[in-house]
């Protein structure tokens, strides 16, 4: 199977996920700042949340450029991943719902290193493949932003009953060690 099939059907339920994510941010009754306020915690879990879901439709792209062909294999580790991602709005709607409990942190925090997992799991179907993802084979090599997040992933779950704030501080840096896409990939793509 061509990956551009593959590719339009994640897009599309990305797509679903920040839209139901977004849908969870109710509009305020009043028209002052303090309502705008009382939402900012909300919408603070909102970004970050929006900003993972972005990390991996960016990421997702650029490494779908270096696939030449999907097997039945690729086919469920990406559902797999998917399937993590469409969790994404439960653990972000929770934390603000209970403000930040440890629970919901922590919950938050393992469907993040859930999804860090399953797109390992993608990654490596895709380089198993026999002679035909050898761009991407080539372009991976040692992926130390993978090997690091789930570290950083576990340690903000370890954290989160002692401190949510911390807990939230490793989730967002990992988000700023993926913000920016892989290079590797484009880079091997140009040659």
């Known amino acids: 199977m061509e990956p ?4 339009a059907f994640s897009d599309g339920v990305l797509a679903i996920i920040i839209t139901i994510m977004v849908l969870e941010l109710k509009v305020p009754h009043t028209s002052d700042w303090a309502a705008l306020l009382g939402l900012a915690p909300k919408i603070g879990d909102y970004v970050l949340s929006f900003v ?7 990421n997702h792209h650029h490494f779908f450029q270096a696939v030449k062909r999907v097997t039945g294999a690729t086919l469920w580790a990406n559902l ?17 719902e209970t403000d930040f409990a440890p629970l919901p942190v922590a919950a938050y925090g393992f469907l993040l290193l859930m999804a860090a997992i399953a797109y390992f799991i993608l990654t490596q179907t895709l380089i198993a493949e026999p002679g035909r993802n050898t761009d991407l084979q080539k372009a991976l090599g040692r992926d130390y932003k993978g090997m690091l997040s789930p570290l ?3 340690a903000g779950i ?6 949510a704030l911390v807990s939230l ?9 993926w913000l920016v896409p892989d290079r590797r990939i484009e880079a091997a793509l140009n040659q």
């Open 152 to 154: 950083i992933y576990i």
């Open 4 to 7: 551009g099939r593959l590719e």
């Open 52 to 58: 993972y879901i972005g990390i991996y439709w960016n």
């Open 80 to 96: 797999h991943l998917l399937f993590w991602l469409s969790l994404v709005p439960l653990g972000t709607g929770w934390m603000s």
């Open 169 to 177: 501080a490793l989730y967002a840096l990992v988000a700023l060690i």
């Open 158 to 163: 370890a954290a989160a009953p002692y401190s």
